[in-house]
């Protein structure tokens, strides 16, 4: 039997942390930092002789050195151990002294960037605090400085993460909300894109920091946009908006309520303590519950301050939207677009009850039970002086509005020439994808009526209507849907 093969000596553990961190070693009996310090010095003044390529270089007195410590025939000496030791030692201390050197070398380049940037540490950090997130990483990694006025809370009162959704998880989410702390004014979440937000990396826990503290950081809050984070359900939102006391401005891009659950009323819920907010913005997943007066009532109640709605891919009927015109005496701005059973006839009562109203916008994009006629009575109310504050309405449509046989209409006779004397103040919205595809001629024409009515028509695969009263603007109707 052969005999056992002795065990291989146990090195010592690496103290490389420790050499890098001198503080963090015991002091040894007789050590004088002093002497140390005069050795290091007397070292790095050989810095005149050639480095290599000679044999008075410093580097061939390494060899030497090296060559009488560790005998040439290893493995023949009886203390291998402490050669290696040795070696470790001599490799931890050239690592040693080369990080110190980068360290030195950033001290000085931070000194320079100091004396020759022209703006003080506050303006520097102004400056910051007006740049988006991802630009304000890729500044704070230029340099020590920029690295340190990057770290001043004020610079993270604005936070929008939207720009790297793909890299952010919820450490980052976490790390941000800390450094922010009570500056913390908006936050941005999200992927702007639907189908990035299948492969997001954050959690249904992501917003949790925002109730640290008893909702520290979320009681500052005065915006807040999630997009598509489609693991945040009801449950997880609810303890997040409860942190959320005075925000102002909540929007929710791919809401998801709970299977059947009326969408108006688990909004109610999750923002019942928010009952500042001036702007809200909502576009639902999967709706299948049906709006009810009872969660309109108590939907209303929760934003008596609401000045902007937007509730997009909602079941609003005709009489839910008009009681939400009328519940809410600040609306200014209202969209309801992709709603799918609105067919516009809860205009009609709008014209006395609300004749002055202050709203501005009304748009209705996509709502495929929109009918001509509707839209058509609506604008003769204008004519007759109602909505005296409306300034904007879109009722474009892929599909066209309803005709009153039922089918699609993509020619309709609005009176534009009457509403660009009486109300030129007043921008018609009307986009439409033709009806006919099978031609690709790009020949259109449009006519107007002795009555000031008009029609439009086009030979191309889709028609593009764009009614403008004021004449300064005919051309323009694209319009930033977030702003309103």
Known sequence: MDAPSPKRPCHAPSVTSSLENPGSLPSAQGFNQSNIDMTISSFLSLSDLPLFASPLSIGCSFDRVLDKVIPSAAGTSHDEFEQDRFLDRTLQLASVLYKSTERCIRKRATLQNSISWPLLPELTIKVFSMLDTKSLMQASACCTMFNKCAMDRVCYSHIDLTTAAEHVDNGVVCRMIHRAGKELRSFKLGSISPSAGSTSLLTRSCLTPLTFNHGFAGGCLRSLHLYHLRMMDGESLSPVLSACLNVTDLKIVGFVPGRGLNPLEQLGLLTRNCRLIENLFIEIY????????????????????????????????????????????????????????????????????????????????????????????????????????????????NQGLVSDEGSSSSGPRFPIEELKKQRPDVTVVAIFESQSSSSSSSSSSGEVYPDGTSSWTSETGSDSLSLSSNNNSEDEHDYDMDSI
């Not at 009918?371 to 003769?380: I, T």
């Not at 002086?385 to 300034?391: N, T």
């Open 286 to 397: 999967n709706s299948a519950g049906r709006i009810t007066d009872s969660s309109l009532l108590e939907f209303g109640d929760n934003f008596p301050n609401l000045i902007s709605l937007s509730l997009l891919c909602s079941r609003l009927n005709d009489a839910i939207a008009q009681k939400l015109i009328k519940g809410f005496r600040h609306l200014k701005h209202i969209n309801l677009s992709r709603s799918p059973e609105i067919s516009g006839c809860f205009l009609r009562g709008l014209g006395l009850c609300c004749k002055d109203s202050p709203l501005e916008t009304l748009i209705l994009c996509n709502c495929n039970s929109l009918k001509e006629r509707e839209v058509l009575l609506f604008l003769n109310s204008l004519l007759d002086g109602d909505f005296k504050s409306i300034r904007l309405i879109d009722v474009s449509n």
